[in-house]
């Protein structure tokens, strides 16, 4: 329950620094943050102890050492670095995205570090990355065994929100990427305002909360 609660301070906060106008790379230790939360709450972990541990950032509930890589960036080009000589530390390796406009946490990769090693390639420098490209095609995937908080049924799809506060959005089993423009035609079935109290536009994790309460309001009459 501790790490559900900060990891929406977390992204409260960070949509708070965006909402003012800071560029979300600039954001990197609050970015790093988020992953490392969302990590260790999907994994039944907890943080690594150490500040600056090297190598991992959460140990998982099987003692799985954990390296968490956190980026805001919307496009595919860029990559992720890692460092050669700490990978040894790791034996899983997590690459994350933090979606700004639907302000949600997208899991890019979670492979055991050997098969994260083969997405890698080495620089000059010995300096080891994985292509953000290399990453894309996992977005579509939907979270089979992660923890759903509600669900509504409308028609053929399903709406779900797990602890995470991520919403999901899936047409006969199979995720709808991206899930906003969805949840749009939803609201306008249900009557539902597109705006919060400020008349700011609501972000997914809003909307789709609302979409599910009407959801199931409906269906429940």
Not at 50 to 67: A, E, K, P, T, W
Request: glycine share 8%; aromatic share 4%.
């Amino acid at each position: 329950m501790q790490l559900i609660q900060s990891l929406g301070e977390a992204l409260a906060w960070f949509e708070r620094e965006i909402s003012w106008g800071v560029p979300a790379t600039e954001l990197r230790h609050l970015c790093g943050r988020i992953g490392e939360l969302y990590v260790a709450m999907i994994t039944n972990g907890q943080m690594a102890i150490d500040v600056n541990q090297r190598g991992y950032d959460v140990v998982g509930l099987n003692n799985d050492r954990i390296s968490v890589k956190t980026t805001a960036q919307s496009g595919l080009e860029g990559f992720i670095s890692f460092n050669p000589r700490t990978l040894e530390f790791v034996d899983r390796v997590f690459v994350l995205r933090v979606n700004t406009e639907e302000m949600q946490v997208e899991t890019l990769l979670d492979k055991p570090v050997a098969e994260a090693r083969l997405l890698m390639v080495e620089d000059a420098t010995g300096r080891l990355s994985i292509p953000l490209r290399r990453l894309a095609p996992n977005r579509a995937a939907p979270r089979e065994h992660a923890d759903v908080a509600t669900v509504a049924t409308i028609g053929d799809l399903t709406v779900r929100e797990l602890e995470s506060g991520t919403i999901e959005v899936l047409r006969n089993g199979e995720a709808i990427i991206p899930v906003k423009p969805v949840l749009r035609e939803l609201a306008a079935r249900f009557n539902i305002g597109l705006l919060n109290g400020r008349g700011n536009p609501l972000n997914t994790r809003q909307l789709g909360t609302l979409v599910i309460k009407s959801a199931l309001q409906v269906n429940a009459d």
